[in-house]
């Protein structure tokens, strides 16, 4: 595997650190700034809402801009917020910083998957794809349970100076590893969101947002949820965060590994289906803590299992927009992650946490419908489409 795909997931890793941090640390947050923990959530929510509207829009604005360039400028902007974080003085201020993270980390995941996709082999792709979202989910295994001790023993903010000081370290990687990468032409927005007109692409991306709603349905709670079932206290929570994450890395490389070797169909829908199931049966295990631990295992697995596989899928699809596919898809997913936030407070101020996997496991049977429906349409390219898209490439391709 080329070099550069580690480097890249090095930089996802820190994005990841940023994304997910707060998610553990939320009842601390809470209490130090006075509002409620549904109120928190608003901190991931927004995260995840900005980073899908700007990973696509942000990325045809830079369509231009030299990648090596534009990845050490979006990286000095995402350190300055996460500093501001460190020291903001109220609510407010944390949730702009949140903004400013989050469109800068769009910017930095995506350029990192479109960038992975294009130096392998297309035997390798998928698992380029995965090795990158293992940079994520590798943020579960070491960064968050860090950022969580340290959020407890530090105060909240000390996790964001943390999270910065990791900024830093992706900086000079990039500045002494990564070569001058020059930009690939990128249609316009309109352009993109036409691709959706496909049934097939358009209930493929339908499949990832409600998939990620029914997963941060539970997982953006899963401090309160741990608190709540299992009684655990921050030392124990840190340990099961861990143990989330060491199975998140391991399901990253399997869903590129399934998607490589049985295809991505059979992967997508394998693992929607299986996912769906588990968040049915994951409160019933509560009075089991192993039963309990295995079963959320398999969750953080499949969780992570899902991207690689769908947006291999979404490649086959559709090649001619291979790039513009990935950018919606981790616009998609992270509606979904806004959508499953919100939708996890709600249930918690409405009725109790103990009902958040069975609500997303509602969103996720969806999904699997999705998933059928999208997988079981011709594979038809819009010629109409296909024509304007490379019209458009071949008239950028001029003015270089």
Not at 194 to 201: A, D, G, N, V
Not at 268 to 292: D, E, G, Q, R, S
């Amino acid at each position: 595997m080329n070099f550069k795909v580690y480097l890249l997931a090095l930089v996802s890793f820190v994005v990841g650190m940023a994304e997910l941090i707060v998610g553990g640390i939320l009842d601390i947050v809470a209490d130090s700034l006075g509002v409620s923990v549904s109120k928190a959530g608003e901190l991931i929510s927004i995260f995840s809402l900005v980073f899908a509207i700007f990973s696509p829009i942000l990325l045809t604005l830079t369509a231009k801009v030299e990648r090596k360039k534009l990845f050490l400028w979006t990286l000095l902007i995402f350190f300055s917020g996460n500093i501001l974080a460190f020291f903001s003085p109220n609510f407010l201020v944390l949730l702009l910083t949140r903004i400013i993270s989050a469109a800068t980390g769009s910017l930095l995941v995506v350029l990192s998957v479109t960038i992975a996709s294009t130096i392998v082999k297309e035997e390798f792709r998928a698992r380029a794809i995965g090795i990158i979202f293992m940079g994520v989910s590798g943020s579960l295994v070491i960064g968050v349970p860090i950022g969580l001790v340290i959020g407890h023993t530090f105060g909240w903010r000390s996790p964001f100076l943390f999270i910065a000081i990791l900024s830093l370290v992706s900086m000079m990687g990039v500045m002494l590893f990564l070569d001058k990468i020059e930009p690939r032409p990128i249609i316009s927005i309109r352009k993109q969101l036409e691709t959706l007109k496909r049934p097939k692409i358009l209930f493929a991306q339908l499949t990832s947002l409600l998939f990620l709603t029914g997963h941060l349905t539970l997982y953006a709670y899963l401090t309160p949820f741990l608190q709540t079932s299992l009684h655990l206290n921050s030392t124990w929570i840190s340990i099961f965060y861990f143990i989330f994450g060491v199975s998140a890395v391991f399901g990253g490389g399997l869903g590129g590994f399934m998607a490589d070797k049985w295809g991505s169909q059979k992967s997508v829908l394998t693992i929607v289906a299986v996912f769906c199931l588990v968040l049915f049966i994951l409160p019933k295990t509560t009075t089991f803590n192993i039963l309990f631990v295995v079963v959320m295992m398999v969750w953080s697995m499949l969780s992570w299992a899902i991207t690689p596989a769908q947006q291999n899928y979404l490649i086959e699809t559709s090649p001619e927009t291979a790039e513009i596919q990935q950018s919606l898809n981790n616009s998609a997913m992270h509606l979904g992650i806004a959508a499953g936030s919100v939708l996890g407070g709600v249930v918690i101020n409405q009725y109790s946490v103990l009902y958040n996997a069975t609500i997303g496991g509602i969103f996720v049977f969806l999904a699997l419908i999705c998933a059928i429906f999208s997988i079981t349409r011709k594979q038809a390219v819009n010629k109409e489409i296909y024509k304007t898209i490379t019209r458009e490439v071949n008239m950028t391709n001029k003015l270089y």
